[in-house]
């Protein structure tokens, strides 16, 4: 009986307040902006991991298109990617996985999403670069379900430095600035949008996909 008793207790659901914020959003919106999902010590500390593996591996051309059909396109996508590995992950990137699970458990609990597998990649935009309007889905592969991206900028990115990210949830677009520590959740399958120039610096982030059977 006591058994059982800790059982129950241990899969008691207890109600996270920010990941309700985050499904209320999507389901009203198709989009999601969470301010402060990572702090300011956590940001650092992905940041560095960002840098030090830009340093170490060095980043290749992203390219538009899955595997099937990838291409690289500098009119369409500047961005330079690594992609990270959680089986083989960093002391920062560990903090991160563990949020981002914990968030991807509650999801499937509460929502029935179905999310079995996950891709994430560090992402540098250097001065210059764009992404233009697109779909985070394939023809060939329509697994991603929700995109997400979490800035790992400098603090006080002003809007001069461009870089927004632009969600078109309807006919007026919405400029979302890349503010660190910020993380934005939206509809992979149905929100188009796009990366504007950036005009200083670079454009640091973690981007990534959270994707059904």
Known sequence: MVQEKELFEQL??????????????????????????????EVI??????????EVKGFKKSAIGNWI?????????????????ESKKSP????????????VNYLNKTC????????????????GTFYKRHLDTFKNDDRRKLSMVCYLNEANWPASNGGELTLYPTETALDILPLPGRM???ESQTLEHEVKEVKA????????WLKTR
């Open 201 to 208: 610096s670079q454009r640091l982030s973690i981007t990534g």
């Open 45 to 54: 500390s992905l940041r560095e991991s960002l840098l030090e593996t830009y």
């Open 92 to 103: 920062a990137e560990e903090i991160f996985f563990r949020k981002i699970n914990t968030m």
């Open 12 to 41: 008691d659901f207890v109600e996270n307040p920010l990941f309700e914020s985050i499904i209320a959003q999507l389901l009203k919106k198709k989009y999601a902006i969470v301010d402060g999902f990572f702090d300011a010590s």
């Open 112 to 127: 029935f999403l179905g999310i079995f597998e996950k891709e994430f990649h560090y992402a540098i935009y250097p001065k």
């Open 69 to 85: 059909q990838e291409e690289v396109d500098k009119t369409v996508r500047g961005d330079f990617i690594s992609w990270i590995d």
């Open 184 to 186: 934005v959740i939206f």
